[in-house]
């Protein structure tokens, strides 16, 4: 009688290499099903981060994965922690500046709001010709400050409220983030417990909106700014108006440019002038349009539908509607069907297209027609394979050509741009083909540009295919 073989899922049990059995065969063995050698830990990256050493262990509590999810992660939190940090820093410093200057003008201008000494002489004049009327306007003109007085005091101290806010907040914020990592970066009991840790705090940050809290700090020195300017404006008003019109001038020229500097970007997202506050107002100007698309539809239809019913009833209390159809019933209907086969599927696609830029900040990224993605693929491509000095760098993207289809738009513009002709002798001689793995991907590249070359010129970029081949089919055992 044969002896007795488990295998499982296809694969021969060997020491714990063991996974959920399938069956059970007795005296027959199935085909091996061909496989690449493991790779040796030839690389840096091998080295810090081994290969799993058992089947089905690659989501374990100390698996390769989540030790490398552990790294990526604090090199994320760490440059997003600092860039906050570096921009509360300087809210911080222009807020202390910023509020002391204030604080200067409002010393001496607060001093208006106080009521006025009494005009003795005056006084003592209504007095001895018994004129009341004279003596009631001394006594309103001293109580009362002036409405000038009012404004310049009113924008100043508004503008000093929100530095000194601005400022409180920064120092709040700073407390956030400094309790984020402690929570983030405290020991753990195994690399999978951290990253669950690591995955609800973070997730904690953008549901609470710490982000757009932060986008908004600027914006109130901003305001505090404005208002200042506003109030010497004011100031200068009730002084000299030539002085106050030239201040006025540059002060609206100021707002302008911060206008149109925090609006371009909203509408053209490769803006250099880009700022948090600008991705949040680009998210509500979508969610504005999604909801303004929604209703006015909504609102179309639903004055069409009353229109049409009045008119309904009209024809029906006439004595011609009860027995046939009113000319002007069968115009209304024909109306309302062409608006609403007009109308419907543009209203539709409107708001398609602006809910799918809600959760997408680079929404030009996410609409750009396929001519003018393969066009910025071939360039970033392009770059790697023939910019970049490092040369695993460029064996990765030349390795990653192999994917293009065959004759689409993507691999035609590469050819054209000479990839096989200037990539020939930079990689194809660093390239390692010891690795199956790193041959198999290299020689569907070569496959691809010999099917694409133009010219037989281009025919030596597929000299070291033999090459390839030689080990490839050997060395993997297929």
């Known amino acids: 009688m044969p002896a007795t073989i488990e295998y499982y899922r296809g694969y021969e049990v060997h020491g714990k290499c063991r996974l959920f059995p399938l069956r059970e065969y007795k005296g027959y063995k199935p085909p091996e099903i061909p496989r690449l050698p493991v790779e040796e830990p030839n690389t840096d990256f091998k080295r810090k981060y081994p290969a799993d050493t058992e089947l089905g262990e690659e989501l374990a509590d100390n698996a390769r994965v989540w030790k490398v999810y552990r790294d990526e992660a604090m090199q994320h939190d760490d440059g997003l922690l600092d860039g906050w940090n570096n921009t509360i820093d300087i809210l911080?410093?222009?807020?202390?500046?910023?509020?002391?200057?204030?604080?200067?003008?409002?010393?001496?201008?607060?001093?208006?709001?106080?009521?006025?000494?009494?005009?003795?002489?005056?006084?003592?004049?209504?007095?001895?010709?018994?004129?009341?009327?004279?003596?009631?306007?001394?006594?309103t003109s001293s109580s009362q400050p002036s409405s000038p007085a009012r404004w310049i005091n009113g924008l100043w101290f508004t503008s000093l409220f929100f530095s000194l806010v601005a400022a409180f907040l920064c120092i709040l914020v700073k407390q956030w983030l400094d309790e984020y990592k402690a929570r983030t970066r405290a020991s753990s009991q195994n690399p999978k417990h951290w990253s669950r840790r690591r995955a609800f705090y973070f997730r904690a940050i953008?549901?609470?909106?710490?982000?757009?809290?932060?986008?908004?700090?600027?914006?109130?020195?901003h305001a505090a700014l404005f208002l200042f300017f506003a109030?010497?404006?004011?100031?200068?008003?009730?002084?000299?108006?030539?002085?106050?019109?030239?201040?006025?001038?540059?002060?609206?020229?100021?707002?302008?440019?911060?206008?149109v500097s925090l609006l371009i970007p909203v509408w053209n997202a490769a803006c250099p002038f880009a700022t948090p506050l600008a991705r949040l107002l680009r998210r509500l100007w979508t969610l504005f349009w999604a909801w303004a698309l929604r209703h006015a539809g909504f609102l179309s239809e639903l004055t069409a539908a009353a229109v049409f019913r009045l008119q309904h009833i009209w024809i029906n209390q006439s004595p011609i509607g009860a027995v046939f159809p009113h000319p002007r019933s069968i115009r209304l209907w024909l109306a309302s069907?062409?608006?609403?086969?007009?109308?419907?599927?543009?209203?539709?696609?409107?708001?398609?297209?602006?809910?799918?830029?809600?959760?997408?900040?680079?929404?030009?990224?996410?609409?750009?027609?396929?001519?003018?993605?393969?066009?910025?693929?071939?360039?970033?491509?392009?770059?790697?394979?023939?910019?970049?000095s490092d040369n695993d760098a460029g064996a990765v993207g030349f390795q990653a050509l192999g994917a293009a289809e065959p004759y689409s738009p993507l691999a035609e513009r590469l050819i054209a741009r000479g990839v096989?002709?200037?990539?020939?002798?930079?990689?194809?001689?660093?390239?390692?083909w010891s690795i199956p793995a790193q041959a198999s991907r290299v020689v569907r590249t070569i496959i691809l540009l010999r099917e694409l070359a133009p010219t037989p010129s281009h025919s030596r970029i597929f000299d070291s295919m033999d090459n390839a081949w030689d080990y490839l089919?050997?060395?993997?055992e297929i």
């Open 206 to 221: 953008d549901s609470w909106g710490v982000p757009v809290i932060i986008s908004l700090l600027p914006l109130l020195l």
């Open 420 to 432: 096989a002709r200037a990539s020939q002798q930079r990689l194809l001689s660093n390239s390692n």
């Open 473 to 476: 089919l050997p060395g993997a």
């Open 231 to 259: 109030g010497m404006v004011v100031l200068l008003w009730s002084l000299n108006r030539a002085v106050a019109g030239w201040l006025s001038g540059l002060a609206l020229l100021a707002l302008l440019l911060y206008i």
């Open 92 to 139: 911080l410093t222009f807020a202390g500046l910023f509020s002391a200057a204030v604080t200067a003008f409002v010393v001496e201008s607060y001093q208006f709001l106080q009521p006025g000494t009494l005009d003795l002489g005056a006084a003592l004049y209504a007095l001895a010709v018994n004129d009341t009327a004279m003596l009631h306007a001394l006594a």
């Open 337 to 388: 069907k062409a608006f609403h086969d007009t109308h419907e599927k543009s209203f539709f696609d409107q708001v398609i297209h602006f809910d799918s830029l809600r959760s997408d900040n680079d929404r030009d990224l996410t609409t750009l027609d396929i001519a003018l993605r393969d066009e910025l693929d071939c360039d970033a491509l392009c770059w790697l394979i023939l910019s970049v």
